[in-house]
T-cell receptor, first 114, second 112 residues
Framework: DGGITQSPKYLFRKEGQNVTLSCEQN?????MYWYRQDPGQGLRLIYY???????QKGDIAEGYSVSREKKESFPLTVTSAQKNPTAFYLC?????????????FGEGSRLTVL | EDQVTQSPEALRLQEGESSSLNCSYT??????LFWYRQDPGKGPEFLFT???AGEEKEKERLKATLTKKESFLHITAPKPEDSATYLC?????????????FGKGTLLTVNP
């Protein structure tokens, strides 16, 4: 079955450490996204990619980095520069960037900073 | 700035008790309005896209409607398995706008 796989599901990080969240899709979708979800807030866009080797910042990109070397993969690195990284991170894809509203989401990765 | 406000924040229903969730929005030219369902600890699941005022979409016990200022998600004779958080999002039109603005969601609980 096609879908989006995020790993790990749970991740603990010490302050000052970088961590990388994995996102893989087998839907053959061109566009991929990373969202952050915090309690009591709407989802916020971190980065998105319309095509391989291209990506753009979303609303809250500071302290994060991404790469898109393969169509299927869009990993997110949470760097030590991110001041408040504890959150639920969601990776998503859409057939094309112009259809950004019909998103397929992964199961999410919950990051906790100790 | 695009804004999405969902109400109520939480809604508790008895099984079979129909109701509606509201999504009010302000956006500079609506490209689309989207409804998602999210179960605890899971990623959201896409439900509907609405493009223009007057449009309606249905899926099982759910029906989404759209006006120029708000959207409603009507739930008819809900069952306990309809319990979830329902998210509304809008996409503004014009240019290369790939950004969605999400509301905070409505937590629906359906008791047997």
């Amino acid at each position: 079955d096609g879908g989006i796989t995020q790993s790990p599901k749970y991740l603990f990080r010490k302050e000052g450490q970088n961590v990388t969240l994995s996102c893989e899709q087998n839907l053959n979708h061109d566009a991929m996204y990373w969202y952050r979800q915090d309690p009591g807030q709407g989802l916020r866009l971190i980065y998105y990619s319309q095509i391989v080797n291209d990506f753009q910042k979303g609303d809250i990109a500071e302290g994060y980095s991404v790469s898109r070397e393969k169509k299927e993969s869009f990993p997110l690195t949470v760097t030590s520069a991110q001041k408040n990284p504890t959150a639920f991170y969601l990776c998503a894809s859409s057939i094309a960037a112009g259809i950004a509203g019909e998103l397929f989401f992964g199961e999410g990765s919950r990051l906790t900073v100790l | 700035e695009d804004q999405v406000t969902q109400s109520p924040e939480a809604l508790r229903l008895q099984e079979g008790e129909s109701s509606s969730l509201n999504c009010s929005y302000t956006v500079s030219g609506l490209r689309g309005l989207f409804w998602y369902r999210q179960d605890p600890g899971k990623g959201p699941e896409f439900l509907f896209t609405l493009y223009s005022a007057g449009e309606e979409k249905e899926k099982e016990r759910l029906k989404a409607t759209l006006t120029k200022k708000e959207s409603f998600l009507h739930i008819t004779a809900p069952k306990p398995e309809d319990s979830a958080t329902y998210l509304c999002a809008v996409q503004a039109g014009g240019g290369s706008n790939y950004k969605l603005t999400f509301g905070k969601g409505t937590l629906l609980t359906v008791n047997p």
